[in-house]
């Protein structure tokens, strides 16, 4: 399965949530497909993409909040699975796109791979992670049409909702991304501004 294909199978679906990615290979497809000011892509703060939704999920409890993380990232903060299952905010989705390696950062190099693995290369379980932290609705997914069924159901219903998607280590063919850092941070919270329903499609 390929992260590119899960992405534009929900794209038309984030319209109207508020949508974080990880640094990476995922912020640079997500990109690709079209970006909006409703996407905020959290460069150089490894691991702490739900963290940012989850503070967004308590803020506007009414606004849907994806977030679009990585298993190195997951790793690297387990406890935020801890905390997102505490606090449970009904409104935010968890996708994690699980290849098994740090792609970003290596893995993607040729014959990386062997050596930017991830721990669920050897067995550690991301969905079984988050059960065990306390997140009812976790779930693995392989196929793409599984993951869309996941991903569009936990969108359209109000539980937390956390979706492992075992996807190939593959880079995006770029990692172009033509917005500043800083554009985007000012441009993403204009847009949570912006009363739920109303469509963004270009910058704020
Ligand atoms: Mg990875």
Not at 93 to 100: M, Y
Not at 102 to 110: E, F, I, K, N, R
Not at 143 to 157: G, Q, S
């Amino acid at each position: 399965m390929k992260r590119l294909a899960c992405l534009a199978s929900i794209y038309p679906e984030l319209e109207d949530c508020a949508v974080v990615t990880i640094m990476g290979a995922v912020a640079a497809e997500l990109y690709s497909l079209g970006h909006r000011a409703n996407f905020f892509y959290l460069e150089h703060a490894m691991g702490l993409a739900s963290s940012i939704g989850l503070g967004i999920a308590l803020a506007q409890p009414h606004r849907k909040v994806v977030v679009i993380d990585g298993d190195g990232s997951v790793l690297m903060n387990l406890g935020g699975l801890t905390t997102l299952a505490r606090s449970n905010p009904g409104n935010l989705v968890h996708i994690i796109f699980d290849n098994e390696t740090l792609l970003s950062v290596g893995g993607g190099a040729p014959g990386g791979y062997r050596w930017f693995t991830t721990a669920t290369a050897t067995g550690t379980d991301l969905a079984g992670v988050a059960k065990a932290a306390g997140i009812e609705r976790a779930q693995t997914v392989r196929e793409l049409d599984e993951f869309k069924a996941a991903a569009l159901a936990a969108i359209k219903h109000d539980r937390l909702t956390c979706i492992v998607a075992k996807v190939e280590a593959e880079m995006p063919t770029s990692f172009l991304m033509d917005v500043h850092m800083l554009e985007n941070r000012f441009e993403f919270p204009r847009a949570l501004q912006r009363p739920i329903g109303e469509r963004i499609k270009g910058g704020a």
